[in-house]
């Protein structure tokens, strides 16, 4: 069973910066996997943040966070992060992490093609 562990987030000013990492255990290698970010506010949808493919050659954005995240991937370490720069206090949500076994170019946005995913960690932008 494939285990995702996130971490790093946390209590931001806003314009401030937080890194979150997600580590994957068990399972198949992680370089078997594309990641993904997403995120739920409360009382809003889950929705898609950034997603990078296995190899880290592909990437893609909301476009809410376009410019001010970076998703990188080091799989030596088996390791997801989101570089997260001039936060806003609407980026305030749960941020998950997610791996979909998909080995192609395409990187997906859609959670249900993500097959496992991380507990969540708490990121709040203040004003």
């Known amino acids: 069973q494939v285990q995702l562990v996130e971490s790093g987030g946390g209590l931001v000013q806003a314009e401030g910066s937080l890194r979150l990492s997600c580590g994957i255990t068990?399972?198949?290698?992680?370089?078997?996997?594309?990641m993904g970010w997403f995120r739920q506010a409360p009382g809003k949808e889950r929705e898609f943040v950034a997603a990078?493919?296995?190899?880290?050659?592909?990437?893609v954005y909301a476009n809410s966070v376009k410019g001010r995240f970076t998703i990188s991937r080091d799989n030596a370490k088996n390791t997801v992060y989101l570089q997260m720069n001039s936060l806003k206090p609407e980026d305030t949500a749960v941020y998950y992490c997610?791996?979909?076994?998909?080995?192609?170019?395409?990187?997906?946005?859609?959670?249900?093609?993500?097959?496992?995913w991380g507990q969540g960690t708490q990121v709040t932008v203040s004003s």
């Open positions: 068990s399972g198949r290698i992680f370089t078997a996997y594309a």
């Open positions: 990078i493919s296995w190899s880290g050659t592909n990437t």
């Open positions: 997610a791996a979909d076994p998909n080995l192609g170019m395409v990187v997906s946005t859609t959670s249900n093609d993500y097959d496992y």
